[in-house]
């Protein structure tokens, strides 16, 4: 092949094709990807942090894929046996996947948990007995940071169970305590009202708490139950504020909470 009156050789301009198009293939199934799974777009089935973490994996691999493959498609153009190096690459994967086979089912537990929406990044989770908030998910492993700060490494083959307390409302369960002196009534009466105050100075409620009533009669006191619905993964923080709330209410109309007491009687 001839360009201005130049003598171009054939696998030189073959190997200039397949780049071309290698890039081009590259970049048409990128914008696919960038489609399907755009993070600033609703999805009716991932929310914008699973999308970003998809986009990415994907455009990895389709870069892997097609670049693999021009690879081999310009060993060719030179005249290299590319049928026995794909068979010799077969074997050595197979005997690559008996010796990593833990790896390998890491890697597909994580492609599980991308796709099947387990969790994400910002998710309070409970995984194997650990309770923490999502750090980074990864093929390999997931980490998890506790309230403390420890760090958590799971090698994701060991994911055997998980709540996630981030896909949906979670319950804020409050208990509160009054002596055996108190009128009952009037205690759920001060905390019926206490509790209907609390969306407008707790936002993180999602509606207002309910008191259920007596929930324990213990040796020293009587406790009721309040629960309210919140926030994902918020109840910790709500729970504290409504038992401020509670206390102040019941101190405001002198109802006294119990302490441990010793009663001592004298025999004469």
Not at 1 to 18: L, R
Not at 72 to 95: K, Q
Request: with cysteine; glycine share 6%.
């Amino acid at each position: 092949m001839k360009i201005f009156g130049i003598c171009i050789a054939k696998e030189i301009y073959m190997s200039v094709i397949i780049i071309i198009v290698a890039f081009l293939v590259e970049r048409f199934l990128k914008l696919l990807i960038n489609g399907a799974f755009n993070p600033n777009k609703k999805h009716h089935k991932f929310d914008s942090r699973k999308l970003s973490t998809i986009n990415s994996f994907l455009s990895n691999i389709v870069k892997y894929a097609i670049w693999c493959i021009a690879l081999l498609a310009l060993l060719s153009n030179f005249g290299i046996n590319t049928a026995a190096l794909i068979t010799g690459l077969g074997v050595v994967s197979l005997v690559i996947g008996l010796a990593f086979q833990d790896i390998l089912k890491d890697i597909l537990v994580g492609t599980s948990i991308l796709f099947e929406n387990w969790f994400a990044v910002g998710d309070l989770v409970k995984i194997n007995e650990f309770m923490g908030t999502v750090i980074s998910v990864g093929l390999k492993s997931t980490r998890l940071q506790a309230y403390t700060g420890e760090i958590k490494i799971i090698s994701n083959r060991n994911i055997s169970e998980v709540i996630n307390y981030s896909l949906d409302k979670t319950l804020a369960v409050v208990d509160v305590a009054v002596s055996y002196e108190s009128k009952l009534d009037k205690v759920e009466k001060v905390l019926q009202i206490a509790a209907a105050t609390l969306t407008e100075k707790i936002p993180l409620l999602t509606e207002e708490p309910q008191v259920l009533g007596v929930q324990e009669l213990q040796d020293s006191q009587v406790v009721f139950r309040i629960v309210g619905k919140c926030k994902p993964a918020q109840h910790f923080e709500v729970e504290r504020k409504m038992r401020k709330e509670f206390k102040n209410a019941l101190d405001k109309n002198g109802i006294k909470i119990p302490y441990p007491q010793i009663e001592v009687h004298n025999e004469k």
